[in-house]
Every structure is written in C-alpha cells, then in structure tokens.
C-alpha cells in the first residue's frame, strides 16, 4: 500500500500524496522521498580555515564544507543570544 505516488490522488480517505514523482531526484527501491543530487563539497583542514576561505554564512548555510553543522550552531548561538539580550531588554 505504500507505493510511489506521482499525481495527487487519494489512495484511502487518509492518505493524500501531494508530492509529485521525481520531483528533485531519482526515487531508489524502498525510499519515498526523492534525493536531491549532493552539492559541492571541498574539506578544510580547521574550522577557521573553512570560515576564512568560505566564509561564516557559506560554510552555514551552503554547506561547502564539513563544518557546516558546527558554523549552524555557533550561528544559532549568535542567534539566541541577541534574542535574550533584546528579550531581557524590553522585558
């Protein structure tokens, strides 16, 4: 009962498939959900060499190298701390 949808269609008074077949990649046997080809990717060798030949929002956000994840976290940091300040601020 789980098969690939393509169209919208209703297949029980629950299940609405709104997502259309291959919609950003090829759908491998067992999966539902399309994979999207992966972006460019080079290593760095630190994270203050990524940042420095990246730059902070590209290693966050654009995922150009392997410390994307930690540049996001630092980010969202940043993020919630100025959240608090203005929070306790007008608070």
Request: aromatic share 6%; net charge negative; proline share 7%.
């Amino acid at each position: 009962m789980n098969e690939p949808c393509g169209d919208v269609e209703i297949r029980k008074g629950y299940d609405l498939c709104l997502v259309p077949r291959g919609m950003a990649g090829d759908v491998r046997d067992g999966e539902r959900i399309p994979r999207r080809p992966a972006p460019e990717f080079e290593e760095a060798g630190s994270f203050a060499e990524a940042i420095s030949r990246d730059g902070f929002f590209g290693t966050a956000l654009d995922d150009k190298n392997q410390y994307g994840p930690v540049a996001m976290m630092v980010l969202l940091l940043i993020v919630a701390a100025i959240t608090g300040t203005v929070i306790r601020l007008l608070g």
